[in-house]
């Protein structure tokens, strides 16, 4: 979809440079993209799907026996592709957050390994031989791993975390984000890219949220209602907006959804705001709590 480009010259762009110098003296970071989820499945894993296609095709004209290899190889590389492009959302998602858990299913791995079965099969189709298969099937797993990488293999930032509340706060974050995708998805229908950049704004604070939360799994209590009851309203209120946006183009709903949009990122920074002072507060106690620990045992500390 083409997205219009934002400039001085360009339509609202006196609003956004004012926008843009009021985050400058408030200390605030601008940007609507902060925090944005980007799709990491690029040019390179769509092309994976490509071989497969040619292979099947190719062995159209190669007898019962070819075309029944060339169908095997080519549905392994096309099983490939798909865990491989699902196996790059999955690392992205570990790598976006501080706390987190490696992928039950090794993705990628095994697409590294669908790949090179494939790759044995349409060389033994080719020249039948074990050698040869064997020998293809290694390279095309190997070149692919270089290509793509391995999946994490080692939880991060879990040391001293109790797995039960960090499993609950998975699970609330991650029925949070479906929430924000069925938001983002909602807000495409609309066709309005001011309206989808307002939209993904909203989306980078909620994450805000999400990440202070899965660093400190005690604070999901107290923020559950806005993960949930919140987000929920924000999506049916999204999904109803777009329903009669792109209808009627109604101007007085695109101003109360705006409106609506944002109270919403006021409260939810205001609510994460909260929490991390909160969290320094604790701490704030548990460093005088261990201080006075230590003067009782005869430990002088200094305090500058």
């Not at 997205?3 to 200390?27: C, L, V």
């Not at 501080?98 to 039950?104: G, S, Y």
């Not at 039960?164 to 974050?173: E, H, I, K, T």
């Not at 909260?274 to 002088?300: N, P």
Request: hydrophobic content about 45%.
């Amino acid at each position: 979809m083409a997205q219009r480009y934002g400039g001085k010259f360009s339509p609202n762009g006196g609003a956004d440079q004012a926008s843009a110098a009021s985050d400058i003296e408030t200390g605030k970071k601008s940007g609507s993209f902060r925090n944005a989820k980007v799709d990491p499945v690029g040019a390179r894993a769509n092309t994976m799907f490509v071989p497969g296609g040619v292979l099947l095709i190719m062995s159209l004209n190669d007898g019962a026996t070819g075309l029944a290899l060339g169908g095997i190889a080519a549905a392994l590389w096309t099983g490939g592709a798909v865990l491989l492009r699902e196996g790059l959302r999955a690392e992205t998602a570990f790598a976006a957050r501080k706390v987190a858990r490696k992928p039950v299913f090794p993705r990628k791995i095994l697409a590294s390994i669908l790949t090179g079965a494939g790759a044995a099969l349409a060389a033994w189709k080719a020249e039948p031989g074990i050698m040869i298969a064997a020998i293809y099937g290694v390279a095309a797993t190997g070149l692919h791993l270089a290509a793509f990488g391995i999946d994490p293999l080692q939880d991060k930032g879990v040391e001293g975390v109790d797995d039960f509340q960090q499993s609950r706060v998975a699970r609330a974050v991650d029925e949070a984000e479906a929430y924000l995708d069925a938001m983002r998805d909602a807000a495409l229908r609309a066709q309005d890219r001011d309206l989808e950049a307002r939209v993904e704004r909203f989306q980078s604070v909620a994450r805000e949220m999400f990440r202070t939360i899965e660093e400190d799994p005690r604070d999901l209590t107290g923020a559950r209602k806005y993960l949930t009851v919140y987000l929920q309203g924000a999506r049916d209120a999204t999904v109803k907006f777009a329903d009669i946006f792109s209808r009627s183009r109604d101007t007085q709903a695109r101003k109360d959804y705006l409106a609506l949009l944002e109270d919403l990122e006021k409260n939810f920074a205001a609510r994460t705001k909260k929490m991390l002072l909160e969290d320094r507060s604790d701490l704030t106690i548990e460093i005088d709590v261990l201080r006075e620990r230590l003067q009782r045992e005869g430990v002088q500390l200094d305090r500058n």
